[in-house]
């Protein structure tokens, strides 16, 4: 593991200050420069519901709204953020769920909940551009997320789910997701 | 308790801890932060082999915002998870033993600056030959990797003989000689291990971290740091996924700690994804050969597995891991007579370990893919050859375990039956291919990994005035809904809903001592003890309820957060006045519950490895599209069938086999934790990106049986089921990949390129890409213990120089 050689602490004195539109609140932030919306997110403003996987861009886990478009918070320059729209799991639902954290919690789409955040609002953000996605959609703007728990299908399940629940359907789960067959 | 009357369990419940994950309020371990917190760092070897000569760490020490530096001189004291094996030092004393050892460590007030003065420490190293695989452990070696083990670089040697193999094999109609080899994966788990510890000028230490076993950690901590247990609490965090990597203590959760002693501040340490892959524990790499002997209707007279594991730098549970590569052969089909011999080699790699179904799916491949071969060799089909020879239910095998339930059968005809295979198995036209396997695993390990006569679970109970119940039990979310299980099992024992329980779990302040989440555990154990607490607790209600009511006691129902007589339902009272007539009576109303497994019919040296309370069985039919132009093996559809007993909770269930139909499918086809030999054994690719897991591309469509029959042993019925499904889905892809092209590839992961390979070898008229040969090993004489229908007693028999009784030491499991 040869590593290059900095020997110089980094400078924290200079500190970026941006104003986010975060879940609908205008919300001024001041941080070292640096740094990326993830840690912005987790450190500054403590919204530790952003997970990071890598902080490589590898595995979708840290992914948030960044006007509309869901991004890998762990590659974006926080700087480059001032003005613009982020929104994270913490503004999915208020005191109430979004249908899409129902159904994820109902079928057991959240297992260890650490890749959760960046699934739902990589789902949401499918949702608002296709209400009625098919399957392979789902499997296509789900790639980018990696999940070592469930085997995505009832990720998959949950979200279509959703879906119909946000078309206005009733819709539950098939017996077969919840008891399998027998 | 009589199955289907139930309220809570077997029905789909949301898990207790669903919501705060799905809102991002769940805390991990990095989530967490303290006043004056310092960040930790860990410098790592860059040397897979080398001796240290010298550590200055002036330097860094020098640097602004470093609070302390650490080397191994201050925790000299070994560690590891079994007795047998305390080889590990939280950092380095005077030896590294693969790239990524932990050496030195710093705390700093901020990441990068903690991670600035990794830079400022100047190690000499002396390099040392490093030994890249086990066939190289195998030669005697000038400078051994440790200085203990069975022979030079041989970490363990294990030979175990039930019966005359021999002869069985002299004798069978028809005997086969396979190789294989499974290659090594880890667990890859989305949350990186973390720590935060935090020091009182009490004397108090408290550790968070997200580890599976905080029991151990907190017997690590004490050894290691020379602190009574009294003072030491461990919090294990919600595991973001743990599949047995955060199984083992670990060097990073005593360098936090030991930080926080030194500088008086709390100290955490996230590790980076590259570090994670170090930690490893994985999947050992293992080579097998196998020689089995059958009648000609396929019953298995013989069988002797032989095993060689690469187990990489340290210890860790290798030794059961050893063991377990050749414990359940015997508990899925009857084999009347069986000898096993196993070898595990330290080499200059990352520490292997326990991962979903430790040591156990690398044979399990090898068995399966065999009896697939040894099918078609009989012209029997392998699905029929299967059942025409399972292990009876409620018997013991050739090494003594006892099996309790048994569907296996049932597993095997439900995806027969789904996936159509009499009519379409080797009919599917070229590139196209079904493959049939199965497995069993354990609910759990039959005895601790350090020897005690102690419950393996313990649980409090605590009913409030208000009518809401907590349970306390030192057991481990890892997100399998360990929590959940003791929610479900308490309301329905008390007839609350779920959400009346509270749960408090993983803190050793707090909770009775459960071992931790590894060997599917929790459910059985945790869940039976949680049982008898509940019950408990019920018996002290009932019995003010019923004098209150002047109804007998035995005639109460409790249910909808009520107590009431079954004959005169309106005859009754609310579960909190039942709570609080007991405690004007008696005081709080408080009960404990524990579990302690049955003790194993073997009484052998090496029988603590492999007896479980009840196995559970699964079944699973792969369907593969084999591309012959590139090798690509694709896998639309799986289906599994899995016997666990009883679903307490079929939602999580479901979760568990499709998970472990996923990592199954990872393993089967890409996952592969590579070396380079050609560069002094750096990690190939320690990142998410060329680690190569499936995605939402790669995953198939999974059709789910689930099998219900209960084992007496196990809380209302239940049985393991987060590993256990896992197992068949190597060999099955393996078996539909021959199906689809007649090639053998006998080790996995089946890459293109060994596809490609073993469509040439056809071309030339073989058709098979594996290992095709096994090192010569000096073997110990076996330990030879006579199988229970030849006479024998579980006990060994009586040969020169052998100890007679099991030593403490290889109850290891």
Redesign the interface.
Known sequence: MPRPRPPRPPRTSDRALITLDLNGERTPVAFAPHKTLLEVLREDLGLTGTKHGCELGECGTCTVLLDDQPVLSCLVLAAACDGRRVRTVEGMGGSRLHPLQETFADLGAAQCGYCTPGFLLAARALLERNPAPTRDQIREALSGNLCRCTGYLKIYEAVELAAARLRGETAEPKPETLYGLR | MACGRERVVGK?Q??V????????????A??LALPRMLYCRLL???HAHARILAIDTARAAA???VRAVLTGAALPLPFGILPVSQDEHALALDRVRF??DPVAAVAAV?E??AT?A???IDVTYEPLPAIADPEAAIAPAETPIHDYGDAGNLHKLVSLEFGDVAEALARADHVREDLFFYGGST??????HAALADWSPDGKLTLWSSTQTPHYVHRALARVLELPPARIRVIAT??????GGKSDPFGHEIVVAKLAMLTGRPVKITL??EEVFYCHRGRHPTLMWVRTGVTRDGRITGMHFRTLLDGGGYGSYGVASTYYTGALQTVTYQVERYKFEGARAFTNKAPCGPKRGHGTPQPRFALEVQMDKLAEDLGIDPAELRLRHLAPPNSVTANYLRIGSMGLGTCIE?VMA?AGWKARHGRLGPGRGLGLACSSYLSGAGLPIYWNDMPHSGVQLKCDRGGGVTVFCGSTD????SDSILASIVAEVLGVAMGDVSVMTADTDLTPVDLGSYSSRVTLMSGNAALQAAERARAILARHAAHKLTVPAERLVFAAGRVFDAEHPETGMTLAEAVQLAEAEEGTVGTVGSYTPPRSPGRYRGAGVGPSPAYSYSAAIAEVAVDPDTGIVRVPKIWVAHDVGR?IN??????Q???S???GLGEALMEDMAYRPNRRLLHKIP???EYK?P???E?C???????EDPDPNGPFGAKEVGQGPLLPIPPAVANAVYDALGVRIDEVPITPEKVLKALKDKARGAGRYGPDRFPDITWPAPTVVAPPWEGGDGRAAPSPGASPSPSASERQH
């Open positions: 789909p949301r898990k801890d669903a919501v705060g994950k799905v809102t991002g309020r769940t805390r991990f990095d989530d790592r070897s860059p640097l602004d915002g790239i990524g901020s990068e600056i600035a990794l830079d400022l667990h890859l788990a989305m949350e990186q919600p595991n973001g996924g743990g599949f980076t994804r439900k789904g890892i997100g399998q809904g679903c079929p939602a999580t269930v479901m979760g086999v499709e998970g139909v996923y990592m990142s998410l990106l897991s995605t939402t591309l995953m469509d999974v059709e789910t049986y689930l099998i």
